[in-house]
């Protein structure tokens, strides 16, 4: 879902800035997840590194100028993938916290797999841009985490998902948030991103305009 998100919506952006009939230059590497997926599994995130960084090498040969992760959650080994390139990556969260920014947004809740809501390579960004982020709870983690892997991936979207979405960003505007950082593609199936009872940053979206501004620039 996420190779096909990234691939229109730069195409989009691209397309509003560029002269008629333009399209953004793109080298595209979809990697066979299910790889990705049992070194994540058995928290061998050094296999995931080489994974993406053998990809990056093929793509840095073939070409590209700079790089996207297509997904929140492999920004985990960004470091490992920008020691191993020499081309310029855009790290998601970078700018999401732009874009946070200057909305003047400075506390939000964040929302994406476990990996994304609890561990620091994430969140710290965002706090590096002066947003202060709700604590995540257990409940909410295991909820959004279990409905990303074991629904939205395997193609499934039910009205309890979008259910139990809609409950949880309630408690977080209850808990003082103001706004949703959605910080996994996946989550888009689930959560309308433009009516919610919270503002909604949206990480595919403001990434994707990135990767269009860095194309045009």
Not at 134 to 157: A, F, Q, S, T
């Amino acid at each position: 879902m996420s190779t096909r998100a990234y691939y229109e919506r730069i195409n989009r952006f691209v397309q509003k800035q560029a002269p008629p009939m333009a399209s953004a230059p793109l080298l595209i590497e979809s990697l066979d997840y299910s790889q990705v997926y049992e070194a994540k599994q058995a928290d061998d995130w050094d296999r995931v590194a080489q994974i993406l960084t053998d990809s990056a090498r093929r793509l840095e040969t073939a070409g590209a100028q700079g790089l996207v992760i297509a997904a929140n959650t492999m920004h985990k080994v960004y470091d490992q993938l920008a020691e191993a390139v020499s081309l310029p990556i855009l790290h998601i969260a970078d700018h999401v916290g732009e874009a946070m920014q200057k909305a003047e947004c400075s506390n939000a809740a964040l929302l994406g797999t476990r990996f994304v809501m609890t561990e620091s390579f994430y969140r710290q960004r965002l706090i590096g841009y002066g947003v202060d982020l709700l604590p995540p709870k257990p409940e909410d983690v295991e909820m959004v985490d279990g409905i990303i892997y074991k629904e939205l991936m395997l193609g499934r979207v039910t009205r309890d998902a979008e259910r139990a979405l809609k409950t949880i960003i309630t408690s977080k505007d209850k808990e003082g948030a103001e706004a949703i950082v959605l910080a996994c593609a996946e989550l888009e199936m689930v959560v309308d991103t433009r009516a919610n009872v919270l503002p909604v940053f949206d990480s595919t979206e403001i990434h994707c305009r990135a990767a269009a501004d860095f194309i045009l620039n």
